[in-house]
């Protein structure tokens, strides 16, 4: 029998939880209930408005909707778990010391070429993280909304490519800019620690404070943990590797975007938990 209710379903043990909004397929409104074990989903059911469970091919399809909603926060979504807002409040640390960068001479002549870079990369860094908290703000009110009205309109899918492409453009130059001056942030700190103390001691100070928020304990750990997601980010795009960054982030923006308009979901790992039976 395939309308029965949920709870026939759920396993032993399993915790349960009903998604915030539903699912309209062929002009019905679908319910999606996730159970899971130790944190990791274990189960997905789909059922009517009525609370019985609905036919397999329904449920695929609805869930095909559920992946490809989930699918344009993904990036935001392991973002957020790791970093915790500490690259918003790296940020903030940056824009307090990055002016000893700014004094020419510093640190030397032969130096102030990669220094410049690293100046560059970190003003990249602070201008995108401004827009990327915006960003993250305006899903956080698109997915309030969509709780609020139970369902996900057209409009809203709109708006979630739209900001999903942002997003993902923000971060992927952010994120190449910060590779990219991986081995002059280790040269600084070891200049620093060679050189520092023969300065002045304003410049002393300055290029300390400077020195230990780009340390491997603050934001170069927060760098590395950025520079980590390329990846996530570049999956199942073709993109090229050898253009300069400005190049490379403008023909991301325009593959994630044909990617968005044709991205379907790994059914083949989804099936397996989906419960519901066949007609």
């Given at each position: 029998m395939v309308n029965k209710n949920p709870k026939v379903y759920?396993?032993?043990?399993?915790?349960?939880?009903?998604?915030?909004?539903?699912?309209?397929?062929?002009?019905?409104?679908?319910?999606?209930?996730?159970?899971?074990?130790?944190?990791?989903?274990?189960?997905?059911?789909?059922?009517?408005?009525?609370?019985?469970?609905?036919?397999?091919?329904?449920?695929?399809?609805?869930?095909?909707?559920?992946?490809?909603?989930?699918?344009?926060?993904?990036?935001?979504?392991?973002?957020?778990?790791?970093?915790?807002?500490?690259?918003?409040?790296t940020a903030e640390r940056i824009e307090g010391v990055q002016r000893i960068l700014n004094e020419k001479g510093l640190f030397g002549e032969k130096f102030q070429s990669e220094i410049d870079e690293l100046n560059l990369a970190l003003e990249v860094y602070k201008q995108q993280q401004r827009k990327l908290d915006i960003y993250q703000e305006d899903i956080a009110l698109l997915n309030e909304k969509v709780e609020a009205q139970q369902e996900i309109l057209e409009e809203d899918w709109n708006h979630a490519e739209d900001l999903s492409l942002a997003y993902a453009i923000a971060a992927y130059g952010q994120s190449l800019y910060l590779e990219k001056t991986r081995d002059t942030r280790k040269k600084m700190l070891k200049w620093t620690q060679l050189h520092g103390k023969m300065l002045p001691a304003d410049q002393r100070r300055a290029l300390s404070k400077l020195a230990f928020v780009l340390s491997e304990a603050q934001a170069g750990h927060i760098f590395e943990q950025i520079i980590s997601l390329i990846p996530m980010l570049e999956n199942d795009l073709n993109l090229n590797p050898n253009q300069d960054i400005p190049a490379r982030v403008k023909d991301y923006g325009k593959a994630y975007e044909a990617h968005c308009r044709v991205y379907e979901p790994p059914m083949d790992k989804i099936r397996p938990l989906i419960r519901n039976k066949k007609a």
């Open positions: 759920k396993k032993m043990l399993e915790n349960n939880h009903t998604l915030p909004y539903k699912v309209r397929v062929d002009g019905n409104l679908y319910e999606v209930i996730v159970y899971s074990m130790l944190g990791k989903i274990a189960g997905i059911i789909v059922a009517n408005l009525d609370g019985l469970t609905v036919n397999r091919d329904i449920a695929e399809r609805v869930i095909i909707e559920v992946q490809k909603y989930s699918f344009y926060f993904d990036y935001l979504k392991k973002r957020t778990q790791i970093m915790k807002e500490r690259d918003s409040v």
